[in-house]
């Protein structure tokens, strides 16, 4: 009795929770991804350069790096760059060792490397800071890059951009089947950024001598957006 009981019990149940289920409509949706970019002119120079330096001690080899490394701080004020546009970035100080087979490696002195980062903001002197920045004693070039300081504005034009594509996309898509796209499910962003732009540099062993390092900066840099963006369909 107890077990036919449960019987019913759970018959009623389940006719009442089927009686109340909303019936399953397939949804139909298409996912597209967009990208859009937006062109700008560079306001400032980001120069990595550093001074790398050996002694048979790493009390010397430490002593050299910091006389030159005081130097290029010295030239950088001098040519009105402010403190807070020059740092160190990376400092590394590391033995050189000699290996000989069979035998412990025999350390042969030290090396010692300082890394800077230093923000140009008047584009037309970046090749006179470099030069006075090697001239002082920098002999460890790493990189020029051209950037923007705040690319904010670039960035949200560009996810308007990217979404307007993607919109394109799904539309052109749906058109041959005869569908229609709706309205936008789901967004997402992908990757968003700005290329730093590395400028062509002609550099010799003679351009020492002269007043600065001959540099031609780019005319425009590329802020970017992605995004992914779900559609329902019509």
Excluded at 1 to 27: D, G, N, Q, R, W
Excluded at 89 to 94: C, E, G, V
Excluded at 104 to 118: A, F, K, R, W
Aim: charged share 25%; aromatic share 6%.
């Amino acid at each position: 009795m107890k077990y036919f009981c449960s019987l019913v019990s759970t018959f009623f149940l389940s006719s009442f929770v089927a009686a109340h289920e909303k019936p399953v409509i397939s949804e139909r949706w298409i996912s597209v991804t967009g990208r859009g970019e937006v062109e700008s002119v560079p306001d400032q120079a980001v120069l990595r350069l550093g001074v790398l330096s050996t002694g048979r001690t790493a009390t010397l080899a430490t002593e050299l790096n910091n006389k030159a490394i005081q130097a290029i701080f010295s030239v950088l004020s001098a040519k009105g760059i402010k403190d807070d546009d020059f740092e160190t970035s990376r400092f590394q100080l590391s033995p050189q060792r000699q290996y000989r087979q069979g035998k412990q490696p025999l350390i042969t002195g030290y090396q010692v490397s300082n890394l800077l980062i230093v923000r140009i903001r008047d584009l037309e002197r970046v090749g006179e800071v470099m030069q006075a920045a090697i001239d002082a004693g920098g002999n460890n070039f790493e990189s020029l890059s051209y950037v923007l300081s705040d690319n904010t504005e670039q960035l949200e034009e560009a996810r308007l951009k990217a979404i307007d594509d993607a919109l394109v996309k799904a539309e052109l898509m749906c058109e041959p089947l005869n569908v229609e796209v709706g309205k936008p499910l789901n967004i997402q962003e992908l990757r968003q950024g700005g290329h730093a732009v590395q400028p062509r540099m002609m550099m010799e062993a003679s351009d020492s001598l002269t007043a600065s390092v001959p540099v031609k900066g780019p005319s425009n840099l590329t802020s970017f957006a992605e995004v992914q963006v779900k559609f329902s369909l019509k």
